[in-house]
């Protein structure tokens, strides 16, 4: 099992900055991703940003140039910085964890979640 405690969100102004915080813990293997979903009110949730453990980094176009992701991976955490927000950035941003056992050990993907905190972008 992996464990989520994510920090950050919360309002702000558009063209504004804010920073979101998750933190894994428990039986964690050294090949995995790490990364930011995002739902909408009344829409489907959707990738914001991930980052593996070898540092691959991956964007949703519409957040590309402005949401810059990065990890820690000696403390299993991650941040997403979130410049320039925009109106639309409004969601829930759940941290998610994709825990991929060697093959030594079964090759098994596992996903996890976190519980979501709220961003809101409004004047």
């Known amino acids: 099992q992996v464990q989520l405690v994510e920090s950050g969100g919360g309002l702000v102004q558009p063209g504004g900055s804010l920073r979101l915080s998750c933190a894994a813990s428990?039986?964690?293997?050294?090949?995995?991703?790490m990364g930011w979903y995002r739902q909408a009110p009344g829409k489907q949730r959707e990738l914001a940003a991930t980052?593996?453990?070898?540092?691959?980094?991956n964007y949703a176009d519409s957040v590309k140039g402005r949401f810059t992701i990065s990890r820690d991976n000696a403390k299993n955490t991650v941040v997403l910085q979130m410049n320039s927000l925009k109106p639309e950035d409004t969601a829930i941003y759940y941290c998610?964890?994709?825990?991929?056992?060697?093959?030594?050990?079964?090759?098994?993907?596992?996903?996890?979640w976190g519980q979501g905190t709220q961003v809101t972008v409004s004047s």
């Open positions: 998610t964890f994709v825990n991929i056992a060697p093959v030594t050990r079964g090759g098994s993907t596992y996903y996890y």
């Open positions: 980052i593996t453990s070898g540092g691959i980094t």
């Open positions: 428990g039986n964690i293997f050294s090949d995995n991703v």
